[in-house]
């Protein structure tokens, strides 16, 4: 099995920054594309972004492009996203996940993914 712990998540004032953090673990990190989701309140879950199994390649929401940058390091078991720019309506509950299949992990519909995290909560106040 494995676990997904979130971080970094807080209290920020709209054009400011966060840097969120997913450590996972298990020894089959890299077998897995990572990606953030976030759901706000009386919304449906929502894709933020995504990188593949080495890093190499990333995809990103439009409402978030620019703006938020995913990283990984596989030699820590772990996830980032660096959100640049805050506004408002970046307020959410931020998840992290993971799943072995790319198709699956930049799905535009809603779909099951192979593993969560708990979630980390941010605000950005106008």
């Known amino acids: 099995q494995v676990q997904l712990v979130e971080s970094g998540g807080g209290l920020v004032q709209a054009g400011g920054s966060l840097r969120l953090s997913c450590v996972a673990s298990?020894?089959?990190?890299?077998?897995?594309?990572m990606g953030w989701f976030r759901q706000a309140p009386g919304k449906e879950r929502e894709f933020v972004a995504a990188?593949?199994?080495?890093?190499?390649?990333?995809y990103y929401a439009d409402s978030v492009k620019g703006r938020f940058t995913i990283s990984r390091d596989n030699a820590k078991n772990t996830v980032g996203l660096q959100m640049n720019s805050l506004k408002p309506d970046d307020t959410a509950v931020y998840y992290c996940?993971?799943?072995?299949?790319?198709?699956?992990?930049?799905?535009?519909?809603?779909?099951?993914?192979?593993?969560w995290g708990q979630g980390t909560q941010v605000t950005v106040s106008s």
């Open positions: 298990g020894r089959t990190f890299s077998s897995y594309c």
């Open positions: 996940a993971g799943d072995k299949r790319w198709n699956r992990i930049v799905a535009v519909t809603t779909t099951p993914l192979d593993y």
């Open positions: 990188v593949n199994w080495g890093g190499s390649s990333t």
